[in-house]
């Protein structure tokens, strides 16, 4: 038995699957998950001491590769001088103001610990604001874990949205409507049915949590024009993209400014860190300035934000980065879909920048139901296949490949040898 396979039989016995986020059991290739040790630049070690390129950068921060020298150094810094205060710190204000100037249509922030923390805060200032109820999402866009967020599409875009998980009550998710991504139809019938109680539309602008589902020609532009006319606020959930596409995030690469915006993931560096903001006058509803009730005793903690505030200078300081990157994804991405279509295969590749996905299906993946035409038993083969030979994919068709600035040309190149390996 290895190390990792006697941990997660440990594991099992104390902890729900054995994980403490369903994603990592390995459940969706019929595997078991690696226990990682350890991480350098674009590699992490399981406790067997195998290395492998990773290609899931802790679903995204790792940004700058694992274990960058200058965000270490910044957070044993800030370690020395206390964990946590639950008191106003300076770090929180330059963070504050550093998201502020790199993200035009942000003028105030409030900090949170996770990305389902500031998507839940973002839905209750965009509700608390509009003074309306009804928001809109789409099947398939992943916004964390709150109740109200946790639904699938009733039969029929008409009807209210239905739980997707035990334990939510069906009142949480009544005022959830769900639509089609990349679908402006399935968004307007919405409106013209209710469009006055329409809050927020929460979009994720690059959808990521469904495989990687660019945004039509369109689409962007659309949501926000619908949400102008109506009152309503456009709101981008960018806690995979925000920092990612470019210093500015989606919002940036495609020119089109949401109300507000939530961010997770890079934001902090490594370490638990959300955020959520968008214009003074919607923020301002926030307490203790508003009546919108929002709070953490952790919030703004100094690690996390010295993480955070190191990782998002570097990205500032050098912009370079992100065409090197976008370039690198570019590239990468179309040498794999050269790979499946030399093999014959009419499997699909979707990617922005450094964020993409190979789809096995024949279809052209612009929503939630073309993705789930995906043969997720061949996906399964192919990752577990991809593992033994060291490279470290998300075990789940319907996620994403994150690049990272560690990631070189000569190792992504390694990478393609082992896909062409298995495909060819
Ligand atoms: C990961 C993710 C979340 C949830 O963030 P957590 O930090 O896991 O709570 C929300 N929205 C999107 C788009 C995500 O990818």
């Known amino acids: 038995m290895t190390n990792s396979e006697y941990l997660f039989k440990e594991a099992v016995k104390v902890i729900p699957g054995g994980v403490n986020s369903p994603v990592r059991a390995f459940g969706s290739i019929g595997s078991t998950p690696r226990f990682i040790k350890r991480a350098e630049g674009a590699f992490i070690y399981d406790e067997d001491d195998n290395q492998y390129i990773d290609y899931i950068g802790s679903w995204g921060p790792m940004i700058l590769g694992h274990n960058q020298k200058d965000v270490l150094e910044a957070v044993t810094e800030a370690c020395k001088h206390g964990l946590s205060y639950g008191a106003a710190t300076e770090v929180e ?9 790199l993200v035009p249509s942000i003028e105030m922030v409030r900090m949170v610990n996770s990305g389902t923390e500031a998507v839940m805060s973002a839905i209750r200032t965009a509700r608390g604001y509009t003074r309306r109820d009804k928001i809109i999402k789409f099947t398939g866009c992943y916004h964390g874990h709150s109740d109200g967020l946790l639904v699938k599409a009733g039969s029929g875009v008409m009807t209210a949205g239905v739980p997707d998980s035990l334990g939510v009550p069906k009142g949480c998710t009544q005022d959830t409507l769900s639509a089609i991504y990349n679908n402006l139809d399935s968004v307007k019938e919405h409106f013209n049915r209710c469009g006055e109680e329409i809050a927020a539309i929460i979009v994720e602008p690059v959808a990521a949590n469904m495989g990687v589902v660019p945004p039509e020609p369109g689409f962007l532009g659309g949501l926000r024009s619908i949400c102008d006319e109506y ?77 955070g505030l190191t990782q998002l200078t570097i990205l500032k300081e050098n912009p370079e980065f992100y065409k090197k990157l976008n370039d690198n994804g570019e590239w990468f991405f179309e040498e794999i879909r050269k790979i499946v279509s030399d093999a014959g295969l009419p499997y699909q590749v979707n990617h922005v920048g450094s964020i993409g996905s190979l789809f096995f299906t024949k279809e052209k993946v612009k929503d939630y139901d073309s993705a789930k035409t995906s043969d997720t038993k061949a996906f399964a083969d192919y990752c577990n296949y991809m593992l033994k030979e060291g490279i470290y994919l998300a075990p789940a068709q319907f996620e994403a490949i994150f690049l990272s600035m560690a990631h070189s040309r000569e190792i992504l190149e390694q990478t393609l040898e082992v896909m062409k390996k298995y495909f060819l």
């Open 231 to 307: 009152g309503a606020l456009l709101i981008f959930d960018e806690v995979i993209t925000g920092f990612r596409l470019g210093i500015d995030g989606a919002q940036g690469y495609y020119g089109i400014k949401p109300d507000l915006t939530t961010f997770g993931k890079i934001i902090g560096g490594g370490m638990p860190v959300g955020a959520y903001g968008g214009r003074k006058e919607i923020m301002e509803v926030v307490a203790p300035l508003g009546g919108v009730y929002q709070a953490g005793t952790l919030s703004g903690n100094p690690i996390a934000m010295a993480a």
């Open 93 to 101: 204000v330059e963070m504050a103001k550093l998201v502020c100037e």
